[in-house]
């Protein structure tokens, strides 16, 4: 059901081209459609995808690659500990301390560097996971709790190359804020592309917003990607909220767990709000057989 004026009118922010790669998400603040949350999916089977729980697509758990974040600490062999190639979004810093497991969890905070002193230009800090394998299509799914405070909660994959530079956002929202609570964010991006993938030479994206009719903040969420080399479709607790045609995003990306900082949420740091927390309860990838 498309919505009506009422939710229309809610502030804009507009879409803006910025030189810095990472600062290229820039929801508008205007909603294409509503989810239907009563098309939620019951979990049945853990082998499958929740938006496939009958397996019509003959999906195989890639074991090696998932991770139920039941140990002690983080699985060093799928994962690095922080983001080897980017400090943070300033002024949040990505530190290996905001990071640990608990209680069978994945936990991501802000701040637990202590007193060590930050890089000039960052004043506070948080978590970055980043796998150490590369995927080329599949299916991808996390269950998470978004933070609620301040920072962006994100679940995306990426890789970035001599040629080749691409994003597909399958988790990017800030529910700590209260004008964000009910946005469900998605975004795909192309920095570059070779000649025989689009040749792409000038960043562009496709973004979208959501309406999820409750708050984000207050509840664990399954989220889901299918990719394919034709289509690219998002999912949330199994209902598909949105498909688009894979056009340019045929280069392996890694996978990425973390929070940041972003204006163009508002979502900057703020001291009150300190105890905010992200967790994910596992990850998980298929593969057709």
């Known amino acids: 059901m498309k919505l009506n004026a009422f939710y229309f009118s809610f502030l804009m ?3 803006t081209t910025i030189s810095f790669a990472q600062d290229l998400t820039i929801p508008p603040k205007n909603y294409v459609d509503s989810v239907k949350i009563e098309n939620a999916v019951e979990r049945l089977n853990n082998n499958y995808p929740l938006s496939d729980q009958a397996n019509t697509k003959n999906w195989r758990l890639q074991k090696k690659y998932s991770d139920e974040f039941d140990q002690s600490k983080l699985n060093e062999k799928i994962w690095y500990p922080n983001n080897p190639g980017w400090k943070g979004r300033q002024p949040t810093y990505f530190h290996g301390s905001n990071v640990s497991l608990e209680n069978e969890e994945l936990v991501i905070r802000v701040n637990k ?11 506070h800090s ?14 991808f799914e996390a269950e998470c709790k978004l933070m609620d405070a301040p920072w962006v909660s994100g679940f995306w994959m990426t890789n970035v190359g001599k040629d080749w530079w691409t994003e597909i956002d399958i988790c990017e929202n800030a529910p700590g804020l209260e004008y964000n609570r009910h946005d469900l ?3 795909i991006h192309v920095f570059k592309s ?5 040749d792409v030479k000038k960043h562009f994206s496709r973004t979208k917003k959501f309406y999820f009719p409750k708050e984000l903040q207050n509840d664990y969420h399954i ?10 479709r998002f999912y949330i607790d199994g209902i598909l909220f949105r498909e688009a045609k894979n056009t340019h995003w045929h280069q392996p990306l890694e996978v990425n767990f973390n929070c940041e900082s972003n204006k163009w949420f508002g979502a900057l740091p703020d001291d009150n709000r300190l105890d905010g927390e992200f967790h994910v309860k596992y990850f998980r990838t298929w593969k057709r057989k």
């Open 13 to 15: 922010i507009c879409t």
């Open 113 to 123: 560097h202590k007193d060590e002193k930050l890089p000039e230009g960052y004043t």
């Open 194 to 198: 070779p000649k025989d993938k689009g």
């Open 126 to 139: 948080t978590g970055f996971i980043k796998s150490k394998n590369k995927f080329l299509y599949g299916y």
């Open 223 to 232: 989220w889901g990607l299918e990719w394919t080399k034709d289509y690219i």
């Open 185 to 187: 964010n998605s975004n």
